[in-house]
């Protein structure tokens, strides 16, 4: 075949406790566009910044081969130097400097006694945004261009460096249609230029149309590289090796016996804050007492941005809808409406958004109703740590006190004060949003238990997970979410994996 | 990185057992926090006592005691709400050009206009309401950063201060208007050479401790909370009388029981409570602690912040008051400064720079160690420069101290 630019053996990377890479090898040739593929947490990015630098030598074991010799990065710096640039999903720009400024940025023109050459920068600029077909003018700022131009400066960013590997991560994630398909048409070009392109993608119809060779990975590890020339590299034959996984009877069992529907949005739409596109579109789902519905989708399909837009309208512009809680349309506009109307909200960054982490467990968990615990306006501290024990006790917090520190806690503990302080409002539906994102597997056992037991008294539950099989070990249904549609609703005992991926990776219908 | 396990279970790592060791909060950080939050009254107590002995008693003697309130009493004032922004993440840097301000608009009312020295006190507290209603307005509708905002706030505020003088000071304020600040409750129960009201005053004020503390403490042990032990708490209770009792003694034996006080201790008293007690105080400190945890909780952010200046306002206000009755008249430049003093009690206190943390007893030990200073190193003499950078390096190392603190809780995560 055809000759390989980059080569990397055997990469393991291990963090603290888990082991994010193991044994992954790699092997691009020249002059192709290489798609890597894989569910959310499979390693894709931790690969990646391996290869750029990010973690330097000696953080993982392995070998990368480049151009036939043995590289050794130790940061970004370093594997620029050899050609390879990197594209995050979250572009690096800075807003108000220049196209130009950007684009020469830590690399700038210099003429004359190491003063910056502004026209030459500019000419350079040019020709380079020329070359990405983009026709703006360099001077001005970054700000005033969409995502999409922003995207593209980056790649003239990477062309000014006189790029040979190029890795672009989700570059379409956040473009509409239009600007996607320039995109593609631009790599499409640069491939045939020479320059060989990494891309990580979860659109997988984008893949099969573009991609030479895809690499699927699953949970740290290689699973296989298609040639995507071969007649039987498929969609479907992408998603079997991205989802490939075993569900041991890890969760715990559940009489499912749903009641009447407690919960339902119609037509739900939400433009994102700053970029003109709609992260939410047109999204109807319904959960009845007594039943959990999940809710499947790849990163940026939109499942924290709806939930957050229908929770008090936390999140996005712009937003329409409409919320029914048992039946009767409610009025949620503010986070304080929508948990007097019986909704909760779990957020999946716990640490950021759910926990005032220098305060303690127990002012944490009388926090979302703090009036339940007062009257006129003053609290009842005996009767507020009488609470905090009570689910300290019902939750199995492990704390000496309730006095301690949230940021004291293991994760599985602080997500369990996060419950907690939601239980306490008497929600009538919870939306759980990565319930049991980077807790330990005893402590998620036990908030699957509180999942089921929540369930078991009469409450909707909502489960918001990249995990497939958690979703298929939690749900009594599972509605798929992508690109801010819902795309399809299926009842646990017929979902697969294989079948909500495809429904995951479904984009709109279109022309071309 | 967004690495998520597989399911599929490890060794023994996530057994519940494990997860006890590493979720309870070890005594260490226990001892570490209250040293934190203990550490300020042990500094303020190595303080009176070094400058007692620098000054041979000087500095503890009735007739300074007596100043020392009298003095720094705005200040204190100030600082409580000053402290109170502060744990919300913001920040006031107008307070004294509205003690300047306030003080003006009630010295026009009543000394140029001649009302009563009253509708001094209500004109001055309503300026200085409309001014914090003007700051709210500013940071929680329209989303500006409080230190522009009362940065702005500082120089108009002068400016309207010097407009509403015209430029000009004005004195004397009547009689009752002066006692707000200098008056004392005095033999009112008669007395040999001291004054028995301000003793009797002392002892119910160590009563009142003595009962809420114990009360507290049965009803924590009533919730199966862990108390201190009693003797501990006796001691702890004997110790605080006997500050209170020897400080009311001091009182007695000088002028009386200055009027200055029994308003800052009435505002500590309510403040404490609602800093602690109260909803409000409960979301000014989720909101400092975390804003976005704070609104995704259903906490009226923008309401409030805006209540926090409206309050800042006020007691800028009664800090106008105050200040204008003590030094008899309003001047163009009162209160310059002022607003750093309170900033500085805040921060000594314990507060953070990043909000979420502080107390308002906090702030007024903070207030006091600054008072305490100044005053002893004025009884010693020593120049006005080298007071200065000691009480800069003071709070630079109380903020250190802070900083350094965090990093070690955080540490031990």
């Known amino acids: 075949m055809a000759d390989v630019l980059l080569e990397m053996r055997d990469i393991t990377k291990t963090f603290p406790g888990v082991k994010a890479l193991e044994n992954v090898s790699i092997a691009v040739r020249r002059g192709e566009i290489h798609a890597i593929c894989g569910e959310n947490g499979a390693g894709k990015s931790t690969l990646m910044k391996v290869l750029s630098g990010v973690y330097p030598t000696g953080s993982y074991t392995g070998e990368i081969v480049l151009d036939g010799k043995p590289v050794h990065f130790n940061g970004i710096r370093d594997s620029e130097s050899q050609g390879i640039v990197i594209i995050h999903q979250e572009l690096a720009l800075v807003p108000f400097l220049s196209i130009a400024e950007n684009i020469f940025l830590g ?14 920068t500019n000419a350079e600029a040019t020709k380079l945004l020329a070359e990405v077909g983009l026709a703006e003018n360099p001077t001005s700022p970054v700000i005033q261009l969409g995502i999409g131009k922003q995207q593209l400066v980056e790649i003239a960013k990477a062309l000014s460096k006189e790029v040979k590997l190029l890795i672009l991560d989700e570059p379409t994630a956040a473009l509409n249609d239009v600007d996607s398909a320039h995109l593609l048409d631009l790599l499409r070009r640069l491939r045939d230029r020479g320059i060989t392109c990494i891309m990580i993608s979860h659109k997988l119809n984008e893949i099969t149309a573009i991609a030479d060779s895809t690499t699927v990975i699953r949970d740290g590890r290689t699973v296989e590289t298609l040639d995507m020339s071969a007649a039987d590299s498929t969609q479907a034959r992408i998603i079997r090796g991205m989802v490939g996984r075993d569900i041991d009877s890890f969760y715990p069992d559940r009489e499912s016996a749903p009641g009447e529907e407690v919960f339902r949005i119609e037509d739900w739409t939400a433009w994102h804050p700053t970029q003109d596109r709609k992260v939410v579109d047109g999204a109807s789902l319904n959960v009845r007492a007594g039943e959990v519905v999940g809710i499947a989708g790849l990163m940026g399909a939109g499942r924290t941005e709806l939930a957050m837009s229908v929770f008090g309208r936390s999140y996005g512009r712009d937003i329409s809808g409409r919320i029914f809680m048992h039946g009767k349309e409610v009025r949620a506009r503010t986070v304080a409406e929508a948990i007097n109307n019986g909704i909760a909200y779990a957020t999946e960054d716990r640490k950021r958004y759910g926990l005032n982490l220098i305060a303690d467990v127990c002012r944490n968990i009388s926090s979302a109703a703090l009036r339940k615990l007062s009257r006129g306006g003053w609290v009842n501290g005996n009767e507020e740590i ?31 004060v996060v419950l907690s302080k939601w239980l306490f409002t008497d929600p009538d539906v919870l939306i759980l949003d990565e319930p049991t994102r980077g807790i330990d597997v005893g402590a998620k056992y036990e908030i699957y238990t509180i999942i089921n037991k929540l369930v078991a008294q009469g409450k909707a539950v909502i489960v918001i997970s ?3 099989p958690e979703l298929l070990g939690m749900c009594d249904r599972v509605y798929t979410l992508s690109a801010g549609r819902i795309t399809g609703e299926v009842p646990v005992r017929e979902a697969t994996q294989e079948n909500l991926m495809a429904l995951m990776t479904k984009e709109k219908e279109l022309a071309g | 990185m967004t690495s998520t396990k597989p399911p599929q279970t490890r060794e023994s790592g996530g057994s519940p057992a494990a997860a006890l060791t590493t979720g309870t909060s070890d005594p260490r950080t226990l001892i570490m926090r209250n040293l934190r939050q203990s550490g300020i009254y042990v500094a303020f107590v190595v303080i009176v006592a070094l400058f007692a002995i620098l000054t041979d008693g000087v500095s503890l003697s009735p ?5 020392i309130v009298l003095q720094y009493s705005y200040i204190l004032v100030l600082a409580i709400g000053m402290v109170i922004l502060i744990i919300g993440g913001h920040i006031d840097l107008s307070v004294g050009s509205v003690v300047a301000l306030t003080g003006a608009v009630s010295a026009v009312l009543v000394i140029q206009q001649g009302l009563p020295w009253w509708v001094g006190v209500v004109a001055a507290i309503a ?3 409309a001014v914090g209603a003007w700051h709210g307005f500013w940071v929680a509708y329209i989303g500006m950063p409080a230190f522009i905002v009362t940065l702005a706030g500082m120089l ?47 002892a119910v004020a160590v009563a009142g401790i003595a009962v809420s503390g114990y009360r507290t403490r049965a009803a924590r042990i009533g919730y199966q909370q862990s108390v201190e032990s009693f003797p501990l708490f006796v001691l702890r209770i004997l110790l605080i009388g006997a500050v209170i009792m020897y400080f009311a003694w001091q009182l007695a034996h000088a002028r009386g029981l200055p009027i200055v006080l029994i308003i800052l201790a009435i505002l500590v008293i309510v403040y404490g409570l609602v800093t602690r007690r109260t909803v409000f105080g409960r979301q000014v400190y989720a909101i400092g602690g975390n804003l976005s945890a704070a609104q995704l909780s259903g906490v009226k952010v923008k309401s409030v912040n805006f209540w926090m200046f409206v309050n800042m306002g006020f007691l800028a206000g009664v800090a106008g008051v105050i ?35 502080g107390t308002v007893v906090g702030a007024m030990v903070g207030g006091l160690i600054m008072a305490v200073m100044s ?7 020593i120049d006005q420069s080298v007071q200065s950078v000691i009480k800069g390096l003071v709070l630079l190392f109380a903020v250190a101290f802070d900083i350094y603190n965090k990093r070690r809780v955080g540490a031990n995560r």
């Open chain 2, 375 to 381: 005053n002893g190193m004025q009884l010693m003499g």
């Open chain 1, 107 to 120: 690399n700038e023109v210099r003429g004359a006694g190491g003063l910056i050459d502004w026209n030459r």
């Open chain 2, 63 to 67: 007739g300074n005691i007596t100043n």
């Open chain 1, 386 to 416: 009488k609470v905090a024990e009570q689910s300290r006790r019902d939750m199995n917090i492990k704390t000496s006190t309730v006095m301690a520190t949230v940021g004291t806690l293991s994760g599985g503990n602080q997500q369990k």
């Open chain 2, 127 to 129: 300026v200085g309401l």
């Open chain 2, 323 to 357: 200040y204008s009755s003590r030094s008899n008249g309003a001047q163009p430049a009162a209160g310059n400064m002022f607003e750093l003093d309170a900033i500085a009690a805040a921060f000594i206190g314990g507060a953070a720079v990043a909000g979420g943390v």
């Open chain 2, 156 to 202: 108009l505020f002068r400016g309207l201060t010097l407009q509403v003088l015209d430029n000009i000071s004005l004195s004397p304020f009547p009689a009752e208007y002066q006692k707000v600040a200098n008056g004392f409750l005095n033999g009112l129960l008669g007395g040999q050479g001291y004054d028995a009201f301000t003793l009797i005053i002392g």
């Open chain 1, 466 to 468: 990249s995990e497939l």
